[in-house]
């Protein structure tokens, strides 16, 4: 019973803990044309240019020169070289950002819309999702494990009458059980190499633009195939960009300090 409960509470926990973080959408801008002025960055959500803390644009780009470090820059763009752009959303398309006809968002790292939150997953919840997912499919493998002697003794005992009751919940949980293991199976995979299921399943090439220095004009545009896993940096640092960099953090301190940050 103890340990039933204890899963119970967790999938409760990280289910509220889905419904009430945010996904992310993306920012409202004026689009912009190739022959319009330019500074540097014209693509604004390119890794390389933000502050991994903050993810505010880094101070030392104000003196950006054709020599830095940071070039070449490497963003997604259209096939013309400039960046995504939704007219429903009149906002810019970070790389891996999809717009959702369910929501009329466009979702930052969107992996898809979910009827059981009534809404997306994406880069702010698709942690509690995983986990929502996760405890939710220990709890029903302990439901079976712990329903499958009782129905088992009643049937050996001649005496005993099994209540119908017993076999609709062993069904349940095998079925849910067996499909939410094989649902947690699949996004931990995910997770490990830094995909999401659009992008698992999409059959489109990606358009990505190389920018060889600040003026905007110098760029070239690659088409890679669509199996080529742009993101993937290692099963570690992909763990850990979902999950976050404390240990602690995967499994137990987001449901005791429900707003705290653990990135």
């Excluded at 889905?18 to 693509?43: C, D, E, N, Q």
């Excluded at 020169?65 to 429903?88: A, F, H, Q």
Aim: aromatic fraction near 14%; hydrophobic fraction near 40%.
């Amino acid at each position: 019973m103890v340990i039933g409960t204890f899963f119970v509470v967790l999938t409760l926990i990280t289910y509220v803990r889905v419904l009430v973080s945010y996904p992310g959408k993306a920012i409202h801008a004026s689009p912009l044309s190739l022959s319009a002025p330019t500074s540097f960055p014209r693509f604004y959500y390119s890794p390389r240019l933000l502050d991994p803390k903050s993810m505010q644009r880094r101070q030392d780009l104000e003196e950006a020169n054709e020599t830095t470090s940071l070039l070449p820059v490497v963003s997604i763009s259209k096939n013309d070289g400039l960046p995504r752009y939704c007219d429903s959303c009149q906002c810019y398309k970070p790389d891996r950002t999809h717009h959702c006809k369910e929501c009329n968002a466009c979702i930052l790292k969107m992996d898809h819309h979910c009827p059981w939150i009534s809404g997306c997953v994406g880069h702010k919840n698709y942690k509690f999702f995983f986990l929502f997912v996760l405890y939710c499919a220990f709890y029903a493998l302990w439901v079976l494990g712990t329903t499958i002697p009782t129905v088992v003794e009643a049937m050996n005992d001649e005496g005993a009458s099994l209540d119908p009751q017993w076999i609709v919940l062993l069904v349940l949980a095998f079925v849910f059980g067996m499909t939410l293991w094989g649902f947690a199976g699949v996004h931990g995979y995910y997770i490990l190499n830094n995909q999401t299921t659009i992008e698992h399943i999409s059959q489109r090439p990606n358009e990505v633009r190389i920018d060889f220095d600040t003026s905007g004009h110098n760029f070239e545009i690659v088409t890679t195939h669509h199996d080529d896993n742009l993101w993937d940096l290692g099963h570690d640092r992909n763990w850990r960009s979902v999950m976050g960099r404390n240990p602690w953090g995967w499994f137990c301190k987001s449901f005791f300090l429900f707003w705290m940050q653990d990135r």
